[in-house]
């Protein structure tokens, strides 16, 4: 069992600023401990009287990693955490057993905080989630209660604009730092388009949220590489084949192939995407096969015999992938993880990881790849992208890498539109 003496010095000094602060987003990367450190805060906050009970809303993957965690640290023996979660009567027996914390999926803190239970704490965990624009009823919930302690924890808080900070600052701090008024953030930091769609962040607007949001925000910074193995990414390109290559065309150009219609550019480079893998979902929802080059290359990296965690998007690749293990005997050696359902809670100590295509978001690779590199890691760690050719995989990787032109280039690679 591990004891408060094992904690590093980064986690000390963000147990203390939780202890001493009401209103603080931690912002620590994968793998540093945000657990414990939040678990540490509690249990000294509530020896000393200043917490009675504490709600923590995190991925519906990781409620019971919380009461687990408690069990590791002799100094958090006495803590009592309780997970919330099965059907709503379930749920409301879990309410009843004594604790000083309660652990329930973001999905369901709607229904915790309608049941109006009451809580003098709340750790919000991947705050850029529960604060997006789908959440807005239970962000004024959370901002209506008077909770006097709230925490908002997140590995990655701007990702690709600065749009999205307002409203995880406003459910932490209530509008402390950047205002009550969601338009006059908007119109003081970004210039838009006419239809005011889209945001750009004007010259030196960044340096300034950054300096009204200081005082909110304790960042414990990203040094694995000095404590961790190393890691490379390599990428491993093909061809899309010939015979493909026309419908991926159609679509780029007229949103619309193969009697399949994309009503817009968002749609369309979901079906730009499956078909550069080789595949496209019609109307109905049935799959229509083209080809199969990559998984074919796929099978070229697994014939490597490296043990593998391979990261896919679409359903039609993980039943692929599946049917490519079976037939070639690889299950032993490799495991497949959807990334459109998350990473939250995914704890593996493969050291090679393959994207079987490129993310869109920047966020969910890093944390995918943090899943790996991470501490405990004793060997190195390799990250293999799939990427087609001259398709929008291209995009998606300048995205994941932090290119700033990603959207230029979107926006170059489906230009010259011919429909109406």
């Given amino acids: 069992m591990l004891s408060k003496t094992s904690l590093t010095k980064k986690q000390r000094a963000a ?42 809303a995190c991925p519906a993957k990781v409620v019971d990693v919380w009461p687990k965690e408690v069990k590791k640290w002799s100094h958090l023996e006495g803590l009592r955490v309780v997970a919330v979660k099965g059907t709503p009567e379930q749920r409301e027996e879990c309410l009843y057993t004594p604790a000083d914390v309660y652990v329930i999926s973001l999905n369901n803190l709607q229904w915790l905080l309608d049941e109006g239970y009451v809580s003098d704490g709340i750790i919000i965990d991947e705050l850029s989630k529960a604060a997006g624009k789908q959440t807005a009823r239970l962000k004024r919930k959370v901002l209506e209660r008077e909770i006097k302690w ?85 990428v491993v390109r093909f061809t899309m084949p010939s015979h493909t290559r026309p419908r991926y065309e159609k679509m780029r150009k007229d949103l619309f192939a193969d009697e399949v219609e994309a009503a817009n550019e968002a749609v369309a480079s979901g079906k730009l995407r499956q078909i550069a893998s080789g595949f496209i979902y019609d109307e109905a929802g049935d799959v229509r096969t083209y080809d199969y080059s990559r998984l074919f290359k796929l099978q070229e990296v697994l014939a490597e015999g490296e043990p593998t965690l391979i990261f896919y998007e679409f359903v039609e690749q993980g039943e692929q992938i599946e049917r490519l293990l079976v037939e070639y005997s690889h299950s032993r050696a490799v495991q497949i993880q959807s990334m459109s359902h998350g990473v939250d809670g995914l704890q593996h100590m493969f050291n090679r990881a393959v994207f079987y295509q490129p993310n869109w978001s920047r966020d969910a690779t890093e944390q995918a790849i943090g899943r790996l590199w991470r501490t405990g890691q004793t060997k190195p760690v390799e990250i293999i992208t799939l990427v087609c050719d001259d398709t929008l995989d291209d995009v998606a990787m300048a995205r994941v890498e932090g290119n700033a032109q990603w959207m230029k280039l979107f926006e170059e690679h489906t230009k010259g539109k011919t429909r109406d």
């Fill in 15 to 56: 147990i203390d600023r939780l202890y001493e602060y009401d209103r603080t987003i931690l912002v620590a990367p994968t793998g540093e401990g945000k657990t414990v450190i939040c678990l540490t805060a509690i249990n000294d906050l509530v020896l000393e009287g200043h917490l009675e009970t504490v709600i923590v």
């Fill in 150 to 234: 709230r925490v908002g924890m997140t590995a990655t808080p701007v990702s690709q604009d600065f749009t999205k900070l307002y409203n995880m600052c406003r459910i932490i701090d209530g509008g402390a730092a950047l205002g009550t008024n969601k338009q006059r953030y908007l119109d003081t930091y970004f210039t838009s388009d006419y239809m005011g769609y889209k945001w750009t962040i004007r010259d030196g607007a960044a340096e300034q949220i950054m300096r009204r949001i200081g005082s909110l925000v304790h960042v414990i910074e990203d040094r694995k590489e000095d404590k961790l193995p190393p890691l490379s990414k390599r």
